[in-house]
């Protein structure tokens, strides 16, 4: 099992920026990627960026140029710099953590935190 705790959201201004933090604690694996989801009122969940163990980083066109996702891997620890915020932004940011092991996938997800973007 993984447990992943997530911090940093809160309530910020357009244009403003904001950190999100996620730290994995458990039983994590060698191979593994850890993300940001995050799903706006009314709307499905949506993948926004992920970076992968060896730091290879993807990112979503809606997030690209403005949020940045990073990993401590000593920490377990990812982050996502977020500037240049739009109210469009606002959601519930989930954290994500994707493992593989002899063959089999396994995902993990952080209880979500949120962020308002106000206009």
């Known amino acids: 099992q993984v447990q992943l705790v997530e911090s940093g959201g809160g309530l910020v201004q357009a244009g403003g920026s904001l950190r999100l933090s996620c730290a994995a604690s458990?039983?994590?694996?060698?191979?593994?990627?850890m993300g940001w989801y995050r799903q706006a009122p009314g709307k499905q969940r949506e993948w926004i960026t992920s970076?992968?163990?060896?730091?290879?980083?993807h990112y979503a066109d809606s997030v690209k140029g403005r949020f940045t996702i990073s990993r401590d891997n000593a920490k377990n620890t990812v982050y996502l710099q977020m500037n240049s915020l739009k109210p469009e932004d606002t959601a519930v940011y989930y954290c994500?953590?994707?493992?593989?092991?002899?063959?089999?996938?396994?995902?993990?997800w952080g209880q979500g935190t949120q962020v308002t973007v106000s206009s």
């Open positions: 994500n953590y994707w493992g593989s092991t002899l063959g089999h996938e396994y995902n993990y």
């Open positions: 458990g039983s994590t694996f060698s191979i593994n990627a």
């Open positions: 970076i992968s163990s060896g730091g290879s980083t």
